[in-house]
């Protein structure tokens, strides 16, 4: 088994350039509907080892240490905010092909009209243990 | 594990007898997998308290049963006066526990499972560990390793293989080479324990040799068993020299050898040795021997690369397998200098093309050749292409040692040098 970061930005999808804020809310009730079956459909396979999405970029900091002094905290907003993550979920699978198989199913929650907004997803393969010498 | 050790210990030899029991009784090995565990968590929750029962064995066995008849009885009122009845008979004595412990095994290990469904499974029901341990060693949440398991047992029931040894022809070949890869899975995981796991991990090793130990008692003639068992011992000898405190790897040729431990080395030689003498030579057997070899040599130096070279010979003949050419190709270099190794390499760029172990091992022999440059280039793209953190740590280290110049002594951490 092998573990798979499936990550998410804020850059705008192929098919929908519109923000979720100007969906139709059953819209977006049927998007966050798909991804709660997702999660679930994974759970159920012995797959999924945690999803989450992160609060929006509004909210997040960047943080440098400065020497003795305090350390430098910038606020947004960011101009290169859609490149921000916005969400993970963490697999376990039997191939690298399986993560491509369940990225494929992320990138196709439905937007607007329940067209799938094809998010690319970021496929990242998590460090594990190192091989045996046996 | 946070149950009583003792009992712990007796649990987990009891668990697949119990199971033997209650699945010839009900035909139903899915529903008397849950019926047994639930026994178990009982006999964890009450046997500290209450002291042990007369029999241990048949309290498991009695509680299992009514479990399952419980089930039945919401199920079905007229199953229920059938399975009441047989609850009133005594456990049959007749069928023999090492049986029925080897069966399940069998049943847990098939190849219609994947290893990872395989590997929980057996855990479950031959090792006697809860779901909540497993998820625990596996770093997965309950509910997914729930899952993992149950969708097992479900494929098992639905493949239809019957509670029985399979019989003795090539469907036992075939069945029992499933079962010692699961078992040698099983101790992978734990042998090759990352940063921060260790605890855990290094129970599962205990636990794969622990079902091995098991399976050699019960095939004791059996020269791939041996060979198995012996090739966990010998590899688990030099666990305490592999890592440093902080979790980083130690290559063999840098171990510290008085720290391997001597008792596992001297029975897993003794284990080999007897198996090799003995019959069929089979690929585990030989793994073991070229551990064994390893693990005499006193100091490194005093290896015996040619015999070595000579077993991973006959080793990668019998299985064709790309790694074990590159290990082969390591030997001959030991054996009769880097060009030797750097020749067989050449074979494997394509079977093993863009895999980080073929430069790593060809960083080795360019740099034993006195060729620096070539070394650099090739840890550095083992190291970018590893997917393991104490690995890609070491490599780096390795390219970075051979390309810095002689007096620089702390450059700016992160940055690649040129």
Redesign the interface.
């Known amino acids: ?2 573990r798979f970061m499936l990550l998410q930005n804020y850059a705008e999808f192929e098919g929908c350039p519109v923000p979720m804020s100007s969906w139709a809310p059953a819209d977006i009730k049927a998007h966050i509907d798909f991804q709660h079956a997702l999660n679930a459909e994974l ?8 999803a989450q999405g992160l609060a929006g970029p509004e909210l997040a900091r960047f943080v440098t240490f400065a020497g003795s002094g305090a350390p430098v905290v910038t606020d947004g907003p960011f101009p290169e905010s859609k490149e921000l993550l916005a969400g993970y979920r963490m697999i ?1 699978v ?1 191939s690298a092909a399986r993560a491509i198989e369940i990225a494929a199913q992320v990138s196709a929650a439905p937007g607007p009209g329940g067209v799938p907004i094809q998010q690319p997803i970021e496929v990242r ?10 | 594990m946070n149950r009583e050790p003792a009992v712990e210990d007796l649990l987990r030899e009891l668990a697949p007898q119990v199971l033997g029991v209650v699945t010839r009784r009900f035909g139903d090995f899915a529903a008397a997998e849950d019926a047994v565990q639930e026994a178990l968590l009982a006999a964890a929750l009450y046997w500290p308290r209450d002291g042990l029962p007369d029999s241990p064995r048949g309290w498991l066995i009695q509680t299992a049963m009514r479990r399952q008849t419980d089930q039945f009885r919401s199920e079905l009122a007229r199953r229920r006066r059938e399975q009441a009845a047989a609850l009133r008979e005594p456990p049959a004595a007749d069928v023999t526990d090492h049986d029925d412990t080897l069966i399940l095994l069998f049943l847990c290990c098939h190849p219609a499972l994947t290893p990872a469904s395989a590997i929980a499974l057996t855990l479950r029901a031959v090792g006697g560990l809860t779901t909540a341990e497993i998820a625990n060693a596996f770093l997965v949440p309950e509910a997914t390793m729930a899952q993992r398991i149950s969708r097992a047992k479900q494929r098992i029931k639905n493949s239809g293989v019957p509670f029985r040894r399979p019989a003795a022809d090539g469907e036992w070949q075939q069945r029992r080479r499933s079962v010692l890869h699961v078992l040698y899975l099983i101790f992978n995981e734990g042998y090759a324990s990352s940063v921060g796991r260790e605890l855990h991990r290094v129970e599962l090793s205990g636990e794969a040799i622990r079902l091995a130990r098991m399976v050699h008692r019960m095939l004791p003639e059996d020269g791939e068993v041996a060979g198995l068992l012996a090739l966990m011992l010998l590899t688990d000898a030099r666990r305490p020299a592999r890592t440093t405190s902080d979790g980083e790897l130690i290559p063999l040729a840098e171990q510290d050898r008085a720290r391997w431990d001597q008792r596992l080395i001297a029975e897993g030689v003794a284990l080999i040795a007897a198996a090799m003498t003995a019959g069929a030579v089979g690929e585990y057997q030989l793994q073991a021997a070229i551990a064994a070899l390893h693990d005499q040599a006193a100091r490194v130096e005093d290896t015996d690369w040619p015999q070595i070279l000579a077993l991973y010979g006959m080793l990668e003949r019998m299985t064709g397998n790309p790694m074990v050419a590159l290990n082969r190709a390591i030997a001959a270099a030991m054996a009769n200098g880097p060009a030797a190794g750097l020749t067989l390499l050449e074979a494997l760029d394509e079977p093993l093309a863009g895999h980080y172990r073929l430069d790593a091992v060809r960083a080795h022999l360019f740099e034993m050749a006195g060729d620096t440059r070539a070394a650099v280039a090739h840890y550095r793209a083992a190291a970018s292409r590893t997917t393991s953190v104490p690995e890609q740590h070491y490599l780096t280290i390795q390219a970075a040692r051979l390309s810095a110049p002689a007096q620089r002594p702390n450059g700016p951490p992160g940055q690649p040098s040129v």
Not at chain 1, 43 to 50: F, K, Q
Not at chain 1, 125 to 134: H, K, Q
């Open positions: 088994m092998t759970t159920d396979s012995g797959e999924l080892i945690d376990d039997d393969e998590v460090m594990g243990a190192p091989s045996t010498d046996l």
